[in-house]
């Protein structure tokens, strides 16, 4: 196999320091990382050093690459790239996370934002040198006519910055997120949006998780001066080249999951859950404190739902698990707080010594949430928009017993899961509790035939079929 490089903001690998001084690895998670588990050969994943534990070890290792042996990545030789810490939290905070995320989940409250001043064209800068650092780092390592997969809307410049650096390669980039459509992508200034557009068409092959945001890309590139849309070949002309655009879903590794789930840790919290709730249902959710994930208006549902039928009191449980997310951003700390201070408003309304009928814990354990998917009777996935929403395909394939899924139209996976879900506009809290009260009625024989066709489509495109197709089209 020639050479492949990842580009991406996070790496497969983070350092913290221990008491000693020493560094120790720990192994990143997610579906990227699951993808090159089985990618054998030369292989390069690129990185930025996200904590100073990172940029030291980083600072350490040879040529800033660190090895499979020192570090416990899967094979795969890693560079952290040590990017200053103003430059990085400027491009990250202020133009990634706070820009870009929101044009495509479209989140703004536009009478007062965004509001592209001084301010953000110094975060626009900032996220250019950001995208130029990868782009030298990928130019410096790749081996002639190497394959460079560049990952999201963090590193949307860089195919294009590469491209200038070495035409030679061929060069993929993927949106794990949505892309806007174009009456929202005009928030942006209108160089920034073409700057972003040539950035991403600057690759051979542009991939979406689905069709929907496929076709939004096109629509944009559609208004770039310049540029030749051919939505039938699924092809954009600009600047002498030709980019493909591709469609590739994302799902679950259904064996690794479930693997996973039979561990002594995740048993021992599925039975302290059961112990919690005793025989009452399970209505399940887990996300991030992120504003696009709707945690509040999912709240707001199962207490509308707990409202209307009252029959439903004593006899259910809400187990909602948020994990925190971007807590260095003053909107997602008062998102957090507007959960929690929901929470203990429904437990004030609707709670009994005997019963407590939400529970919201807001800190990360992966194998308690493994535990929830398990038992779950109904799994809640309600986000505003959402690239894919894996949460949504892990529950049921790793349902015990079988769940109902009530799943928002507008995350990426009701495009595999609509048909045995329960779809639901997220913006309407009426409509989400009505279902939820259809999930709960439904009856056993049904959810279990729903959820065996829900966990079959969750794993019919494992992460690593997901990488190695890709692959395939940069031939």
Known sequence: MSQVLVASNRGPVSFSTAGDGSLVARRGGGGLVSGLAGLRGDVLWVCAALSEADRTAARKAPDGRLDEAGHDVGGTAVRMLDIPAATYERAYNGMANSTLWFVHHLLYDTPNAPCFDARARRDRQSYEAYNAAFADALARDAAPGAKVVVQDYHLSLTPAMLRERRPDLRIGHFSHTPWAPPEYFRLLPDDLGAELLAGVLGADQAGFLTERWASAFLDCCALLPGARVDRAARTVRYAGRVTRVGVHGLGVDGAA????????????????????????????????????????????????????????????????????????????????????????????????????????????????????????????????????????????????????????????????????????????VSQTAEALHRALLMPAEERARRCTRLAEAATALPPQRWFSDQLDELK
């Open 257 to 428: 999951l479930r693997e996973r789930a039979a561990a002594p840790d995740v048993a021992e919290r599925a039975a302290a859950l059961r112990a919690r709730v005793g025989g009452r249902k399970l209505v399940v959710r887990v996300d991030r404190t992120e504003l696009s994930k709707n945690i509040v208006r999912g709240l707001a549902a199962y207490r509308e739902l707990l409202t209307n039928h009252p029959e439903w009191r004593g006899r259910v449980v809400h187990l909602a698990f948020a994990y925190p997310s971007r807590t260095d951003l003053a909107s997602y700390r008062a998102y957090t707080e507007t959960v929690l201070r929901t929470a203990e408003e429904i437990n004030a309304e609707f709670g009994t010594p005997d019963w407590q009928p939400l529970i919201v814990e807001v800190n990360d354990d992966y194998p308690r949430s493994l535990a929830a998917y398990r038992l779950a009777d109904v799994l809640l996935v309600n986000p505003i928009r959402d690239g894919m929403n894996l949460v949504a395909k892990e529950g049921p394939a790793l349902s015990d017993d079988g769940c109902a899924l009530v799943l928002s139209r507008e995350a990426g996976a009701a495009a595999d899961l609509g048909e045995d879900a329960l779809l639901v506009n997220p913006f309407d």
